[in-house]
């Protein structure tokens, strides 16, 4: 089992992006995306890039909701 508890995307230039209680907002030049996001699952921003941490041992949600959120990216 793998124990990436961590997961990075990288924020394209004029991508705004904001997460707020469970909703994860992308706005860009070809326009909006939010996704919820479930409990367990955080979010933080460092330098041009977005951070995806799990709080919990959930380790189905972390890869699956990783895997929307490229999508979204």
Do not use: W
């Not at 994860?24 to 890039?49: D, H, I, T």
């Amino acid at each position: 089992m793998s124990r990436i508890t961590k997961r990075e995307f990288k924020i394209e230039p004029g991508v705004e992006f904001s997460y707020n209680e469970g909703l994860l907002n992308l706005k860009g030049p070809r326009g909006e995306l939010s996704l919820k996001v479930p409990p367990g699952l955080k979010f933080s921003q460092e330098a041009g890039k977005a951070v995806l941490s799990i709080d919990q041992a959930s380790g189905s949600i972390f890869g699956l909701y990783g895997a929307l959120i490229s999508n979204v990216f």
